[in-house]
């Protein structure tokens, strides 16, 4: 890695005035640094200063992950009626670790698609290190864009080498000319739960997870909307107590998810009434899947046949690359077993050393 | 540093010449006080700086940069080379540690980020001569072949028994997913867990 100095601010304002200043050419927060100091080690970036967020707390905020009910005055979010039966929010701090969230009784209980969508992420390692933030924030997997040697379109080059070269693991969706997939396992899971980052040192207070991220065709060289000196405070999410996760890997270990999905459903009177469903690693961005939702309503939660007819509309609209058309059969299953967790029901393959 | 230049693109593409010039530059810009009006933010580095760290229960002082990460500290200024250097990535886990009780990989963490924590090696984990159970456990199942692996995937396994003293067969294998045997001894380290828990062994030719 390259010289550089580190710098520790007392505040994430004052860590915003760092990185907007002319003191340093080329400062980068850091939190756990899992991604920062992979970026450096590969000489992607050479940072003079890296600006360590990792144990800063919003202010206010004392304890990473808070709840509370609607009652409680909150200028966030506009309530959602229609999910009458979950009425609380969850606030965690940017710099939280993603072991805490992934156990946190708390968001277990109030979104288990949060919680089981990073405790599938990585490893006990990574999830003891690794930030919030930094999961959301993290650049893509690209093999290409990891390797200094290839100067794809990302990095300012030319061309795409996914579009010729190895694509098994890039996006079925989305017209390109970048083709990654967005690395997230939290970014859907928020997705279905109406989550918001919290923000500092710019001109708004906070941002629609479905705001915080944008299509190759609106920018290329980043994945998200924050402005320079923008910094996440904390996240919060709307309660969804039937949500799930489900991911599918290789090896359903530590390796990164083929496919994987997030859904989260309001039940009333036997009968599916509102769904949310966003699958990720097959797009740039979360990609949400409306039409599933839309055929899951109405529809029992024992009513098996039109469970799978809905979920086979995953892949609508999909344009696979030459090596991955694999996975529009796996969304259809991700989002399938998916549902399958969120209503507690028996999930196939899941018994006990395949978990 | 200050001008942008990192030294692996510089040296990359820059004669000897413009060398010797960039680096006195740098070395300038290195010592240049903060911009008038920044409020003064407490700063560490770029050059070496003094920090204790707790291994094993003991302080060690140490004088590193920024840029070395908790692995080579250990290795290179505490010679404590139970932890080994494989992928330099947090993919692998020959480099595991304990951090106030957390399983993490030293590859991927600045050493002056450990300041103020309680580190433990895999050399932390006997008494004098006594081994760990553990450690024990890994011996009787000969849970090693080169051994290379091996004092990371103790340190996860000790992690994981400390937070769950009996764990079943697929929370072990959660546990221990961040760390990789290329060797493939991963039945019998299950036993060695399954053992030092007080647990029935898996047969031997249980599927892994
Ligand atoms: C072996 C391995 C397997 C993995 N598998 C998965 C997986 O399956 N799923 C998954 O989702 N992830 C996976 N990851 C990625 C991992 O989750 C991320 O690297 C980690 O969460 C990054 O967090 P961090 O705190 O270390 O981020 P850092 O490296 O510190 O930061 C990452 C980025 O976020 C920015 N940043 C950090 N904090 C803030 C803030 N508060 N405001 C604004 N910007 C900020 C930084 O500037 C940087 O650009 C894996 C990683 C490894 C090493
Ligand atoms: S998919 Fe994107 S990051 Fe990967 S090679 Fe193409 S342009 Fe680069
Ligand atoms: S060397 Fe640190 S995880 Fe592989
Ligand atoms: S014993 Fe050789 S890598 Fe595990």
Known sequence: MNRFTLVRPKSYADASGVLTSKTYSLPVLKAGGLDVLDHMKEALWSPDALVDVKRLMPAGQREPIATFTREVSWNGSTPQPNWSSDNGFVHVAASALLADVASSPQVLAAAPVVAQSLASAATPQVRNVGTVAGNLLQRPRCWYYRQQQFDCLKKGGSQCFAVEGENAYHAIFGPGPCHIVHPSNLAPALMVCDGRVHLVGGKRDSLKISELYHMPEKGITSEHNLEPGEIITHISFESRQVSGFYSIKHKQSFDWPLVFACVALAVDANKITHASVCA???????????????????????????????????????????????????????????????????????????? | MSDGVSRRSFLKTAGASAAAASLAQVAQAAIAPPEAGVPATPTLGPDATDVTLSVNGKPMKLRVDPATTLLSALRMECDLTGAKEVCDRASCGACSVIIDGRLVASCMMLALDAEGTKITTVEGLAKGDELDPLQLAFVKHDALQCGYCTPGLVVACRALLDKNPKPSLSQIKSGLSGNICRCGTYTNIFNAVLEASGQKPIADSAPV
Do not use: F, H
């Open chain 1, 280 to 355: 990720g690693a097959v797009a740039p961005v979360p990609w949400m899947l409306p039409s599933v939702a839309a055929a899951l309503v109405g529809v029992s939660p024992d009513d098996d046949a039109a469970i799978t007819a809905a979920c086979a509309k995953a892949g609508e609209g999909a344009k696979p690359m030459r090596d991955n058309g694999y996975k529009v059969q796996l969304l259809s299953v991700a989002v399938k077993r998916a549902i399958l967790v969120a209503l507690k029901k028996p999930v196939p393959g899941q018994e006990e050393g395949n978990s």
